[in-house]
């Protein structure tokens, strides 16, 4: 019990405020590519820890000599997120309700649009942040439900062309322009600009990217870098339903 000894509120209130900044610190940078920035400078500073450690004197000289460059480097490189933390902090949290269930909302609109041969291009997040394609659309900030994502397609404004990124059971951004594929092998008339968008996200991150064909009324899913075109109801939920998977 020695340990706790002196332990009073003030160090309880030192905690929580310490607790609170880190998670409001995680959850900033976890849906950014500055999340990965933060891990691997987390790598570095357990390297230079065991340098000190295993008395690496070369190693830990280096990371002595370059830590001062290095704190102004990550003021630069977190100037975004750290503008966004305190642009949060001055205008408070506004809670959000919570979609239901995801893909069933998802589903349906998909079937409903599919039946009325009204395009769409529906990017799921899953591993991989998308935020660096998703900011060059308009922010929508919404719960996932199929009255919005049919709003969104059905009609003829300037979002309907773009993709929308959903981002667990939010609706972050639509109207997104997507890295377009350069894949020339097995590409077919009925594949349009939807497709190669589709296809060439799923190049570049693990998402999964739902279409539907504004001309045959088809749905075509890419991930993984593969297209597969005019799928079934079935495979597109269970697609779905994988993405989601924990």
Do not use: C
């Amino acid at each position: 019990m020695a340990v706790f000894e002196g332990f009073g509120i003030q160090d309880v209130i030192d905690i929580l405020i310490i607790t609170v900044l880190l998670y409001q610190a995680y959850a900033l940078l976890r849906g950014s590519r500055a999340w990965n920035v933060l891990r691997g400078l987390l790598a570095v500073a357990a390297l230079w820890f065991l340098a000190g450690q295993f008395g690496l004197e070369a190693t830990k000289w280096l990371f002595d000599a370059i830590a001062p460059a290095g704190f102004v480097a990550v003021v630069v490189v977190f100037q975004p997120e750290l503008r966004a933390v305190l642009e949060r902090v001055g205008r408070g949290r506004m809670q959000r309700a919570v979609s239901a269930d995801p893909v069933s909302e998802i589903m349906t609109a998909v079937r409903e649009l599919a039946s009325q041969r009204k395009g769409a291009l529906i990017a799921v997040e899953r591993r991989t942040p998308l935020k660096e394609y998703a900011e060059r659309g308009t922010a929508i900030g919404a719960p996932v439900t199929a009255a919005l994502l049919q709003t969104i397609f059905a009609s003829s404004g300037p979002l309907h062309d773009g993709a929308v990124v959903i981002r667990e059971d939010l609706v972050t951004n639509a109207g997104v322009v997507l890295p377009l594929s350069d894949k020339r092998e097995g590409w077919s008339v009925k594949h349009g600009t939807r497709h190669r968008a589709a296809l060439g996200l799923s190049e570049v991150s693990d998402a999964l990217v739902v279409v539907v064909s504004e001309e045959r009324g088809t749905v075509s899913i890419a991930q993984e870098g593969v297209l597969q075109s005019d799928i079934a109801p079935a495979d597109v939920l269970k697609a779905l339903r994988d993405a989601y998977a924990p």
